[in-house]
Each structure stands twice: as C-alpha cells, then as structure tokens.
C-alpha cells in the first residue's frame, strides 16, 4: 500500500493531498489490522474510510461549484460511481474478515482519479489564482 502514493499522485494543492494522504493512513491502517486478524479494528476502519472519503468529495465538489470548474460534472460523476462501487463491496458481510478488496479497489480507482481529475482539478485552482496553500 505505501507505494501507491508517490509523486506522481500528488496533485499540488495541500488540502487534496493532505486529505489523500489520510485516506491512505486509514487504508494502511485497515490492511494492518486484517492482517492480525482484527474485525472489529477492519469494521471500524471501513466505517472511517467511507466516511472520510465522502467528506473529501464533498469538499472537493464545493471547490469546484465555487471556482467553476469545467470538468465539475463528469468529477462529481465519478465520485458518485465510486461511492456506488464502495457501498455494494459494503454489503458483502464477509468485507470485514478480507477488507483487502476495499484496499485493492480503490488503489485501482485512486490511481487514475487523481491523474485524470485531481491534477486537472488542481491545475484549474492554481489558474484561478489559488495557490498550494491557500485552497481551502
């Protein structure tokens, strides 16, 4: 997992990489604690990650609203898939024993998200005049 975040995923602007880089602590942590055997630690997890993971959306499509972002609805569109795609691997009671799927899925889907979206999303934002640090 801790090689999935280099730097070629950060996107440059503090708030969206602070904020993946908790998702991916949730995410370490999560594959930590399945790997001893945790459950209860792994539901708890999951229940952060899915939380977590919806306030950065929502964030990020507040910015988005905000500065008129051109690509807002297709991004916006995506997450919507994504947290569709999460809740039905949710509903397998079984994610709390291999939530390695969890893990592999959005490994899969963060990936491309944030080359294709996140960094264009950032850009837009520097354009706009809003530097690295001073995004919300």
């Known amino acids: 997992m801790a090689g999935l975040w280099g730097r070629d995923l950060r996107v440059g602007t ?5 904020e993946h880089d908790e998702l991916i602590g949730v995410l ?10 945790d459950p209860v630690a792994c539901r708890k997890l ?4 899915r939380a977590q993971v ?10 988005m609203s905000e500065h008129a972002f051109y690509g807002t609805r ?12 999460l809740d039905q691997l949710y509903e397998d009671p079984a994610l ?15 990936a491309l998200h944030t080359v294709d979206s996140d960094q264009p999303l950032a850009q837009w934002l520097h354009g ?4 690295a640090g001073s995004v919300p």
């Open 54 to 63: 919806e306030a950065h959306f929502v964030h990020e499509e507040a910015l």
């Open 96 to 110: 709390v024993r291999d939530p390695r799927k969890v893990i592999e899925f959005f490994q899969t889907w963060f």
């Open 128 to 131: 706009k005049g809003l530097t």
């Open 74 to 85: 297709a991004h916006a569109a995506q997450h919507a898939l994504f947290l569709h795609r």
């Open 46 to 49: 999951l229940d952060d990650f």
């Open 28 to 37: 370490v942590a999560l594959e930590e604690r399945a790997v001893a055997g």
């Open 14 to 18: 503090a708030f969206m990489d602070g």
